[in-house]
């Protein structure tokens, strides 16, 4: 069985400071991939990144930082000089990279994320 | 850029009377899905549909719920007698097939019941 752990259920940071959000995983699947899903106050889950199992090249995306390490786990989301407009629920998701199933995606918990003027 | 759409937005209805829930996926997209989410929750896996029927469900999605894809561009959630537990945000997503795993997701459609 698949499973993801956020376990900063809440981070409250002032703008310009660094924030890191942790994620943790598990699952048998050789194959897999992870993600990072947005959901402002506004409701709606926006896709953030991919990653897959076979590719541990840390990824940086402007403010965004994407750190995936396979032998800890561990798949965690650094913003730098965080902004008021980043302030949502950030979800981690983990999906198996089979065609012979749906690829059901397992989420974490979510880190609700404020960040104060 | 093309989108995931859902409607409606919000939904209100009474316990015991059915619901569906409509979804557009992204045109070139092969496979479906939906989730729930709980107010205040994680997002949870209901169903995936490929093909014309489904290819996965969670023990969530019991005989109360359905879906269906009626023509070549909506895929509907069936929920046949709605509980108050049922209330949530219930979001429709699609990925393309080859390799892509990425899903999409629309802006949900939040379901109360009374």
């Known amino acids: 069985a698949q499973k993801v752990t956020q376990a900063q259920t ?5 703008e310009k400071e660094d924030v890191t959000l942790d994620c ?3 699952t048998r699947d050789t194959t897999y991939y992870l993600f990072w899903y947005k959901q402002p106050p506004s409701g709606e889950l926006v896709f953030l990144i991919r990653r897959n199992s076979f590719d541990e090249q840390n990824e940086i995306s402007g403010r965004y930082s994407w750190n ?5 786990s561990s798949f965690n989301f650094t ?9 949502a629920v950030y979800f981690c998701a983990l999906s198996e990279a089979t065609e012979t199933s749906g690829s059901r995606l397992t989420f974490g918990e979510g880190t609700q994320l404020t960040v104060n003027p | 850029e093309p989108e995931v759409t859902q409607t409606p937005s919000h939904q209100v209805t009474q316990m015991g009377q059915e619901v569906i829930l409509r979804c557009v996926p992204i045109s070139n997209h092969l496979y479906f899905y939906w989730y729930r989410q709980i107010l205040g929750q994680k997002v949870e ?3 995936s549909f490929y093909n014309n029927e489904i290819s996965e469900k969670s023990e969530i ?3 109360q719920f359905s879906v269906e894809r009626p023509d070549g561009s909506n895929f509907t959630l069936k929920i046949r007698s709605t509980k108050l537990e049922d209330s949530a945000m219930y979001f429709c997503a699609s990925r393309r ?14 379901l109360t019941v009374l």
């Open chain 1, 79 to 87: 913003i730098t000089a965080s902004q008021v407009v980043d302030s």
């Open chain 1, 10 to 14: 809440e981070i409250s940071v002032v």
């Open chain 1, 24 to 26: 943790v995983y598990e």
């Open chain 2, 61 to 63: 999605f019991d005989d």
């Open chain 2, 97 to 110: 097939l080859a390799g892509a795993y990425t899903q999409y997701f629309g802006p949900g459609t939040r």
């Open chain 2, 45 to 47: 896996f209901l169903v």
């Open chain 1, 68 to 72: 995936f390490q396979k032998s800890t």
